[in-house]
């Protein structure tokens, strides 16, 4: 079993762009990964620092779009959340792994 684990700091890279689908690329070139466990993608921070939000252009739902960048996994999101974090957007542990070994 190959795993990915990685904080990918909602995908914003060195350049300041958040692309999950170059998150999704890198982790490929990595390992052809059996489970794939990127930390920080969130729900909710897409309307810019300004009004709270987080900097790089990021979608409103970073788990549907990774979910969309990897069709053959099962999508499995971790649903914990601290006590401070009770009234804040979505920020979780997310989990995918592939079930048909197709990648």
């Not at 904080?7 to 490929?28: C, F, P, S, T």
Request: glycine share 10%; with cysteine; aromatic share 6%.
């Amino acid at each position: 079993m190959r795993l990915v684990d990685w904080n990918i700091q909602w995908g914003r890279g060195v350049d300041g762009r958040v692309v999950l689908a170059r998150i999704v690329r890198e982790a490929k070139a990595l390992c052809d990964f059996d489970i794939l466990c990127p930390q920080e993608l969130t729900r909710g921070f897409h309307e810019g620092p300004a009004a709270g939000g987080l900097a790089g252009g990021l979608s409103a739902d970073q788990f549907a779009e990774l979910a969309a960048l990897l069709p053959h996994a099962k999508v499995i999101e971790d649903h914990r959340r601290e006590r401070h974090q009770a009234a804040m957007p979505s920020q979780r542990g997310y989990v995918m792994w592939h079930t048909d070994g197709a990648r």
